[in-house]
């Protein structure tokens, strides 16, 4: 159970669905953005979390303008709207040794709207702005 927990949007697929198709229609069915205007940039790594018995498979996507949101009761509770800028910050970012499948790893933890991400979702957090660094970076 990840209630109360900072997260993207997501879920399992339906049927024959693809995973692209499963992201973009569990974040629509979750936040509203239609499907049709996400232009996808790619995929992160795909994570395989043991308390829940899953493999995420994330794929990150972008808008031209911020879209109207509008966050299903049941599944959502809060939507935070966070600057790049801010997530950038290596200010918000600290990190806790953790032994995770037998191996010793640092895991990633982030300051957001005073509340704390962790987790499955701080570790694709952490893995998309490693991506965002390198593209933006001036020999990039």
Known sequence: DH???ISFP??????????????LREAEEEVAP????????????????PPSNF???PFVGRTEVAPE?????????????????HLLDPA?????PRRLDGT??????????GRTVWGATA???????????DATAPDA
């Open 123 to 133: 570790m694709m957090l952490a893995e998309f702005l490693a991506v965002v660094r």
């Open 55 to 57: 493999c995420v498979h």
């Open 34 to 49: 239609p499907p049709a205007s996400v232009r996808v940039l790619g995929r992160l790594t795909p994570l395989y979390i």
């Open 104 to 113: 010793d790893v640092e895991m990633p933890y982030y300051d957001v709207a």
């Open 92 to 96: 918000t970012r600290t990190t806790e």
């Open 69 to 85: 949101l509008h966050p299903t009761d049941e599944e959502v509770e809060q939507v935070l709207r966070v600057p790049l800028a």
């Open 10 to 23: 997501g879920g399992q697929r339906e049927g024959d669905e693809s995973l692209l198709d499963a992201a």
């Open 3 to 5: 209630a109360g927990q």
